[in-house]
């Protein structure tokens, strides 16, 4: 019969509490590495994450519909041009969209209601996932909710350029002149805060699945975009990380919107200024097979 002496007990039992101790280290090693992957890509803000799931999978499958009603196909309606139309048109709508620039500096000036009404429109004429047309367009142009906008996103702002987005990340905007103070909150006489539904609901109250939200309510900001500068009007791009909930919370929205994009919309100042940059060629972002 085999009998442990102490000397090999001892050696057990050492052995045993470097595999626990090594153990516990790759443990904290693996949350540190995870740790340092979330502080490498500190954009990643969970209210920018897509929910959508083609084989999503929910808790409880009675809260959601079952199925659509049908819809009626009429015969399309379309304008067909002349080819050399067809090359001025896109022409002078290529020159007009190269104008676009985002511009931090925006004129307290009003703008007429009906033109924001008409470039929300036209951004709602995107397509989306089964038509389910997942966006929410909030306009603000009372003084006061402005201001509290603008507190709200200065002060995660500044904790984003000192903290989150890392040395490389402030280092590439310092060309383009901009920090956590934004200005252009309180001056832009409207806010067009662009939320997406990751879910909406029909009429008996059921959820109902929004596909592809985000991407279909990134197409629609990039026709707002250019509705807005064929109306004569300036914005630049916004999306204020780690705001969104806080937002959604001033301003009342449902707990099914997320905060996509914060488009600040008026005039430009007499003294705005932008950088110099110039746009990548055709033959650097179009490849023809």
């Not at 002496?5 to 516990?24: E, G, Q, R, S, Y």
């Not at 996932?129 to 909030?138: L, R, Y």
């Not at 006489?189 to 596909?211: R, W």
Request: aromatic share 8%; hydrophobic share 40%; charged share 30%.
């Amino acid at each position: 019969m085999f009998s442990l002496t102490p000397v090999l007990i001892a050696v057990v039992c050492v052995l045993i509490v470097w595999i626990f101790k090594n153990a516990d280290r790759g443990v904290e090693r693996r949350k540190g590495e995870a740790r340092a992957r979330s502080e490498a890509r500190p954009w990643v803000d969970a209210d920018l994450k897509d929910s959508t799931d083609l084989q999503q999978v929910e808790e409880d499958a009675d809260e959601w519909q079952e199925s659509e009603e049908s819809v009626e196909h009429i015969p399309f309606s379309h304008t067909r041009y002349p080819e050399e139309e067809m090359v001025m048109r896109s022409q002078e709508f290529y020159e007009l969209l190269n104008k676009r620039r985002s511009v931090r500096f925006i004129s307290n000036e009003q703008v007429p209601v009906e033109v924001i009404e008409n470039v929300i429109k036209t951004a709602g004429t995107a397509p989306s996932g089964a038509h389910t047309e997942p966006w929410t367009f909030v306009v603000v142009k009372d003084p006061d909710m402005k201001h509290q906008i603008r507190e709200i996103i200065e002060e995660e702002e500044k904790i984003n350029y000192l903290k989150r987005m890392g040395q490389r990340w402030v280092t590439d905007l310092k060309k383009l002149r901009t920090n956590w103070i934004k200005e252009y909150l309180d001056t832009a006489p409207v806010l067009i805060l662009i939320f997406k539904q990751v879910h909406g609901f029909t009429a008996n109250g059921k959820k109902k699945v929004h596909y592809y939200n985000e991407i279909s309510v990134s197409i629609a900001c990039g026709i707002l975009l250019a509705a807005l500068q064929n109306a004569g009007l300036v914005t630049v791009t916004t999306t204020p990380l780690n705001c969104g909930p806080r937002l959604r919370v001033l301003l009342s929205r449902p707990t099914n919107e997320k905060l996509l994009m914060l488009l600040p919309v008026g005039y430009p100042s007499k003294e705005a200024t932008v950088p110099d940059l110039k746009r990548k060629p055709l033959d650097q972002v179009m490849v023809t097979v």
